[in-house]
């Protein structure tokens, strides 16, 4: 049967109606019981209703883009010379128009730029919209979930994908939309310090993989590969240590971050034990999601074992942040600091498996899906910074072994871009991009995994929102790297794919702000300037140059190609 064709057009001369939705509830934090809650939702909504109702939508774009536009314009980036004008659903070219699904099925012949410099502030715009002060935090699909029983109950997952939605926060400069997820911190240590006491008889506190809005701490009701992860918390922990490293704010250590540390080492010490090797073991352990052959079960799964590289990984950078806190703070002689010291040397080291992948588990277990999505293991290079190219030139090497053999949906190539970014290697974080940036057929169960819907979301499938943040944060990664005293400009561009380009705005650990400049894909200048430091001396590194640098807040400073200082101005002189 042919369409009916409807030849009224009448419809076009029609008043454009505006909707005006308001809504509330009555939770009141998830450590509020919700019959205690003294929250009127009604009250709230309608309040909210009268502010609004006579507002013209032009009223509303504008109240809406001027709340956004503050943090949104902290950072701009421009690869080659793109200089078309970019809209989320269309670009336009001469007299060519294309949708976004032609522009995105068109990446690998054209490989436009401009589209990767959309999907990088389309990630922080989303980073924008979900996560503020005051709200909640971001979970598998963020705000935007549709579906009564989505999937894995949208909720908060601490295995990776939480972790992933704030990887951007701090280095894109979006640090206020971190405030949900260290409020969430908080509220899981709470309830994981009764988690501690109760399911493992140990001091301080603990959370495992699934959490949910009342910040629920204990195992997850499944299989065990994914119940038997206590490290949930230790993970989401580091970000509280970034988050000083990033602003230098001592009164955050002291008051926010430096309890939380405390509370996740107490539980950490008190969970290794020693083990026959004669070192201390996490027992029982997972590597999140995955599974091994068990050895002499003629080919049965398993997915228990001990002391797997994930576990180690993220005890060791506890481990370090708790020590150098503790010097910060003037605590370096507390018995807590002095048994981790004594732990630390005691933990398993990273071992290469016969493949010369980096091994997984504590043996040499053979894999039944080598391609599997998670990158567990490799968390000490990223977003870990405990294995590192200068200092670990073997394991890195093992590490991109073990990228080469892994797949997975959209979140996990975001992942894999900024692991090869951590390993400097261009060419193959771009290849991920060439992966995200592929069209994903709409649906649950399709036979494919990542790519990008047609409204640019990233697609497991179905739906999740992490793999936009975390590209974001990859594409940071691959611009600019940095430790407190290091600052590397440019360690992972593909010169070939952006020969010209800038990026002004993005944070660097050691409260540093930088704006970068190259052509025919070289260094021309690097801008930094600082808010909180002290004087103090920076390395800059660019290829193989290193330059040192005396830097201090309150000045900018503009450096040339060859990493020398070429100005110094005052930064409320800053004519940017």
């Known amino acids: 049967m042919a369409p009916v064709q409807y030849k009224d057009t009448s419809y076009k001369k029609m008043k454009p109606t505006m909707l005006l939705v308001s809504a509330a509830s009555s939770f009141n934090g998830p450590l509020v019981n919700p019959s205690d809650s003294k929250l009127d939702p009604e009250s709230a909504a309608l309040k909210v209703m009268n502010m609004i109702r006579n507002l013209t939508f032009d009223q509303l774009k504008a109240a809406h883009l001027k709340d956004y ?106 640090t206020e939309c971190q405030e949900p997820l260290l409020d969430f911190i908080a509220s899981l240590a709470v309830n994981g310090t009764k988690t501690a006491k109760i399911n493992y008889q140990a001091s301080g506190w603990v959370t495992h993989h699934v959490s949910d809005i009342w910040a629920k701490s204990s195992a997850y009701n499944e299989d065990a590969r994914f119940s038997v992860w206590p490290m949930g918390g230790a993970w989401l922990c580091t970000h509280l240590w970034e988050h000083y490293q990033y602003l230098l704010d001592k009164d955050f250590l002291k008051n926010t971050a430096y309890p939380l540390l405390e509370g996740c080492a107490l539980f950490l010490t008190d969970w290794l034990i020693e083990g026959p090797r004669g070192l201390l073991e996490t027992n029982p352990s997972t590597s999140p999601e995955h599974v091994f052959i068990a050895p002499g079960s003629g080919g049965q799964q398993a997915s228990v074992s001990y002391s797997t590289t994930m576990d180690i990984a993220i005890i060791r950078e506890i481990f370090s942040a708790v020590i150098s806190s503790a010097e910060i703070l003037g605590k370096s002689d507390t018995p807590l600091v002095q048994k981790i010291k004594e732990a630390l040397p005691r933990l398993p080291q990273n071992t290469i498996a016969e493949d010369q992948t980096l091994m997984e588990w504590a043996q040499d277990f053979k894999d039944p899906e080598v391609t599997h999505r998670h990158l567990s293991h490799l968390f000490g290079l990223y977003p870990g910074h405990t294995i590192t190219m200068q200092r670990n030139p073997e394991i890195c090497e093992a590490i991109s072994n073990s990228l080469h053999k892994r797949d997975g949906p959209g ?104 704006g970068i400049f190259w052509e025919k894909g070289e260094l021309q200048e690097a801008v930094l300037w600082f808010n909180n430091r002290n004087n103090s001396a920076l390395r800059l590194h660019y290829g193989g140059q290193v330059a040192e640098a005396t830097v201090e807040a309150g000045h900018v400073y503009r450096f040339n190609g060859f990493l020398q200082c070429v100005e110094i101005w005052p930064l409320d002189k800053c004519p940017f």
């Open 69 to 174: 536009q503050g943090l949104f314009h902290r950072v701009s980036l421009r690869l080659s010379q793109a200089a078309a004008i970019e809209k989320i659903n269309m670009k336009e070219v001469g007299d060519a128009v294309k949708t976004t699904a032609e522009r995105v099925n068109g990446f690998r012949s054209d490989e436009d730029s401009s589209l990767v410099e959309l999907l990088f502030q389309y990630g922080r715009y989303l980073l924008i919209s979900c996560s503020r002060p005051g709200t909640q935090i971001s979970n598998l699909q963020g705000i935007w979930n549709q579906d009564l029983f989505p999937g894995w109950e949208c909720a908060p997952h601490l295995n990776i994908n939480l972790q992933m939605n704030y990887w951007p926060t701090l280095p894109c400069n979006l």
């Open 411 to 514: 979140w996990s190539s975001t992942w894999k871009m900024a692991l090869w970014a951590r390993l400097l290697n261009s060419e193959n974080a771009y290849r991920m991009i060439l992966k995200l940036i592929t069209l994903a057929p709409p649906g649950e169960k399709v036979g494919f995994e990542g790519g990008l819907y047609t409204n640019l979301w990233t697609a497991h499938p179905p739906f999740q929102i992490d793999g936009n943040f975390g590209f974001a944060a990859a594409i940071a990664e691959m611009l600019l790297q940095s430790s407190p005293t290091d600052l590397h400009l440019l360690p992972a561009l593909p010169r070939d794919k952006w020969p010209e380009g800038c990026v002004k705005g993005l944070r660097a650990r050691g409260d540093t702000t930088v």
